[in-house]
């Protein structure tokens, strides 16, 4: 078996220029979110210039899951209406859905799609500020797994090749084992690099241990239980079939009890039935 070295892996995480789904607008569009002054204007006008990443930033952000009465119409409206970081984050969804597309990842978007779903039901449901923002975790809580399957394939050569010799293993264990990161690791170091807000970094580095957490510990916990739930209901394939641990103080945290449990399937099911116009 092949192992990797944990801080040469990090290392190439932080050669952003190297990532394919990190395209040129949109590092140019995280260094203009780090000015004070920057405004919506200018931040539509840069996706804009891409055509094909501002259709599908448009086409998300006018996803019935967000549930807008009117239709938002322009780039700028997006920014204004969902804010910088949520348009951020779909940015960063829309650049990763083409590469799942392209390297046949469809069943990875589709279960990122309805944990992204399910955490905006459940943060709705919990009254959270921003649910929307909870949309985004969802969809960008197994982008580590677009790097190390698709931008490194020998590694995850690798990681398949010892996942297929013992199928009860778990697929977080095998990229463990292998490379001594996970592709929640990876994805948090992304999300570090790229200056994401803590409320997108922690779910994404701790949706399989959420009481890791420090500061997003509500959304960490939302992503955790979502991402279980739709593995439960079997929307899409993130790699494997195991269902992982859920974790007991997160699950208190979120507070379903067995009507509201209920509620929340058969609305996300119902959701799920739309996935397919967003693919």
């Known amino acids: 078996m092949t192992t990797f070295n ?3 892996l990090r290392n190439r995480i932080e050669k952003l220029g190297d990532l394919p789904t990190l395209p040129h607008i949109v590092q140019r569009l995280t260094a203009m979110i780090g000015r ?3 405004s919506a204007e200018e931040i539509g006008s840069l996706i804009e210039k891409d055509q094909v990443l501002a259709a599908k930033v448009l086409r998300l952000a006018n996803s019935p899951f967000y549930g807008f009465p009117s239709r938002i119409a322009s780039v ?3 920014v204004i209406v969902l804010g910088l970081n949520v348009v951020k984050g779909l940015t960063l969804c829309a650049s990763a859905l083409n590469i799942m597309k392209e390297a046949g990842m469809d069943q990875l978007w ?4 309805g944990v992204a779903i399910t955490a905006n039901v459940l943060a709705t449901r919990l ?3 921003n649910p929307e923002e909870l949309f985004v975790a969802g969809l960008l809580h197994d982008l580590g797994k677009v790097v190390l399957y698709v931008q490194w394939p020998e590694v995850g050569s690798s990681i398949k090749a010892v996942q297929r010799a013992d199928r009860e293993r778990s697929l977080f264990n095998v990229e463990k084992e292998v490379t001594g990161l996970s592709h929640a690791d990876i994805g948090g170091c992304m999300a570090g690099a790229w200056h994401l807000p803590i409320t997108l970094r922690e779910p994404i580095l701790y949706h399989h241990h959420p009481g890791l957490a420090k500061e997003a510990t509500l959304q960490t916990a939302i992503v955790h239980v979502a991402d279980i739930l739709v593995k439960g209901l079997a929307c899409g394939n993130p790699g494997d079939d195991i269902v992982p641990p859920l974790s007991k103080s997160a699950w208190d945290m979120v507070g379903l009890d067995e009507p509201s ?3 929340c399937i058969e ?3 119902s959701e799920f039935l739309t996935i397919d116009d967003y693919l």
Do not use: N
């Open 36 to 38: 004070p002054t920057v």
């Open 261 to 263: 449990l209920y509620d």
């Open 76 to 78: 700028p409206h997006a």
């Open 110 to 113: 589709r279960h990122s799609l």
């Open 127 to 129: 009254a959270i500020k």
């Open 6 to 8: 944990p801080t040469d």
């Open 267 to 269: 609305k996300i099911s």
